[in-house]
């Protein structure tokens, strides 16, 4: 069964950056659309970024867009976000998740319930 797992997240001034990374283990991660949420106290998990299961195609909240870059590496089993020019309001804990595999290797899904599995979550704090 595969499992997500990330890692990376910490404290930032603004205008700082992060990179995430969300490993998983199994064999079988290059069928997988993956994306990005992320959960700020007292707020509902939001959609952040997704990319295509070959990585040609990404997709981005529009509070990140030209900001934030997600990548993966299929043959290390990685997703990153790479996030730059942080702001406090990015504060949140950050979460990867997995999309069942479909016909579409366009696909990148950003409503929660299009995912599948989840990781545990890294927390992302930007001071101002």
């Known amino acids: 069964q595969v499992q997500l797992v990330e890692s990376g997240g910490g404290l930032v001034q603004a205008g700082g950056s992060l990179r995430l990374s969300c490993s998983a283990s199994?064999?079988?991660?290059?069928?997988?659309?993956m994306g990005w949420f992320r959960q700020a106290p007292g707020k509902e998990r939001e959609f952040v970024s997704a990319i295509s299961r070959g990585g040609d195609y990404t997709r981005y909240a529009d509070s990140v867009k030209g900001r934030f870059t997600c990548s993966r590496d299929n043959a290390k089993n990685t997703v990153y976000l790479q996030m730059n020019s942080l702001k406090p309001e990015d504060t949140a804990v950050y979460y990867c998740a997995l999309a069942p595999a479909t016909g579409n290797y366009r696909d990148t899904p950003a409503t929660q319930n299009e995912y599948a599995l989840w990781g545990q979550g890294t927390q992302v704090t930007v001071s101002s």
């Open positions: 199994g064999d079988t991660f290059s069928r997988f659309a």
